[in-house]
């Protein structure tokens, strides 16, 4: 399994990275894909606003 990064935590390298769940409760699934660059902060989810885990492709 992929390591997951929490809104609000730095991307340890750059590169693209993929919504993988929400950290509070439960949301419809979203196939949102962002590019980071290293040091960087996670936003959350583009669509709900919400704090999401995000996972690097």
């Keep these: 399994m992929s390591k997951r990064y929490k809104t609000g935590e730095n991307a340890p390298e750059s590169g ?10 439960d949301s419809e699934h979203e196939d949102t894909t962002i590019d980071m660059e290293e040091g960087n902060q996670f936003p959350p989810s583009p669509n709900s606003h919400e704090a999401v885990y995000w996972v690097k492709e």
């Design 16 to 25: 693209k990275y993929k919504v993988d769940g929400p950290v509070h409760g």
